[in-house]
Nanobody
Framework: QVHLVESGGGLIQHGGSLRLSCAAS????????MGWFRQAPGKEREFVAN????????YYADSVKGRFTISRDNAKNTVYLQMNGLKPEDTAVYYC?????????????????WGQGTQVTVSS
């Protein structure tokens, strides 16, 4: 069992930056791929970024490529999402997720554990 807790969300102005963190419990974090997803009101949950077990491979949605960076610190059991150049359309609840595999994709069904989410609101 893996317990995930996100933090770092908040209200930010257009063009600003935030860093989200996701702290994981358990001894197996370093063997799991991790992902970030987001869900805006009235919309489906959408993929943002993922990172493989070692941090050597990352993948981003086109909508955030070049603005967001996913990283992980296996010694701290934590995955991060650095968000720069935020836009109002980035407003959503952001979720981190863990896949019990070394690599993962962009589909929510590939992930086995989810955090409770953290709200990010970008004002125009």
């Amino acid at each position: 069992q893996v317990h995930l807790v996100e933090s770092g969300g908040g209200l930010i102005q257009h063009g600003g930056s935030l860093r989200l963190s996701c702290a994981a419990s358990g001894h197996t974090f370093s063997s799991y791929a991790m992902g970030w997803f987001r869900q805006a009101p009235g919309k489906e949950r959408e993929f943002v970024a993922n990172i493989n077990w070692s941090g050597s491979t990352t993948y981003y949605a086109d909508s955030v490529k070049g603005r967001f960076t996913i990283s992980r610190d296996n010694a701290k059991n934590t995955v991060y999402l650095q968000m720069n150049g935020l836009k109002p359309e980035d407003t959503a609840v952001y979720y981190c997720a863990a896949a019990t595999a070394k690599y993962s994709g962009a589909l929510p069904g590939e992930y086995d554990y989810w955090g409770q989410g953290t709200q990010v609101t970008v004002s125009s």
